[in-house]
């Protein structure tokens, strides 16, 4: 069945880091994927997406590239803030089964002055 | 405009109670999710409408949930005779013509 699969946490960065939160997935079909993210007290919000293959979402300095390949979509971003703590979930639409979504268990990210 | 809303925020219940969780969709979304999250976990799939019909409810996890969007807007998520393992933040996501869902804040059930 359809499933992903993302890199465990907690994660725990300086500021100015180089962030890589590893996701991948398995599907039949070509699912679209999404990064969500979930700041403190907040609710799920998207951060990035992507529809098909070699497909790259950006937002916020985030980026992610839709590697069929290697059926992964990781998670990067050149120079990580405070603000930027919060926990990320990478996800798959069933795009054969009305768009429900299929979430990792989330990566928790804790950014240091 | 507003986004997806969802009430109540938080919900003690004591084991064997009866409890609705309500979701309020943005506007014109025709379709409508709910999943379940528990603690340290992504949230999981629990049923799908589009317009008032519930097209998927094969996640539900026992006959004792129950999700009803009677005029394709509103939805309720019903749970009877709470448990234990209920116990868990209940997200409500809804969706227009392209493939983005928008979440609402979720609900937290506390089920003593």
């Known amino acids: 069945g359809n499933s992903v699969t993302q890199m465990e946490g907690p994660v725990t960065l300086s500021e100015e880091a180089f962030l890589t939160i590893n996701c991948t997935y398995t599907?039949?079909?070509?699912?679209?994927l999404f990064w969500y993210v979930q700041y403190p007290g907040e609710g799920l919000q998207l951060l990035l997406k992507?529809?098909?293959?070699?497909d790259k979402g950006s937002n916020k300095g985030f980026e992610a590239t839709y590697r069929k390949e290697t059926t992964s979509f990781h998670l990067e971003k050149g120079s990580v803030q405070v603000s930027d703590s919060a926990v990320y979930f990478c996800?798959?639409?069933?795009?054969?089964?009305?768009?429900?979504?299929?979430f990792g268990d989330g990566t928790t990210l804790t950014v240091k002055p | 405009g507003a986004g997806v809303s969802q009430s109540p925020r938080y919900k003690v219940a004591k084991r064997g109670q009866d409890v609705a969780l309500r979701c309020d969709p943005i506007?014109?979304?025709?379709?409508l999710f709910w999943y379940q999250q528990a603690l340290g976990q992504g949230p999981e799939f629990l049923t799908y409408?589009?317009?008032?019909?519930?097209?998927?409810k094969s996640g539900l996890p026992s006959d004792r949930f129950f999700a009803e969007r009677p005029e394709g807007s509103v939805s309720t998520l019903k749970i009877q005779r709470t448990q234990q393992e209920d116990s868990a933040v209940y997200l409500c996501?809804?969706?227009?013509?392209?493939?983005?869902?928008?979440f609402g804040p979720g609900t937290r059930l506390t089920v003593l």
């Open positions: 996501a809804s969706r227009g013509q392209i493939d983005t869902q928008y």
């Open positions: 599907a039949t079909g070509y699912p679209s």
């Open positions: 992507a529809t098909k293959a070699d």
């Open positions: 996800a798959q639409d069933h795009n054969t089964n009305a768009g429900k979504s299929t």
């Open positions: 506007s014109g979304h025709v379709s």
């Open positions: 409408f589009q317009n008032e019909a519930q097209l998927d």
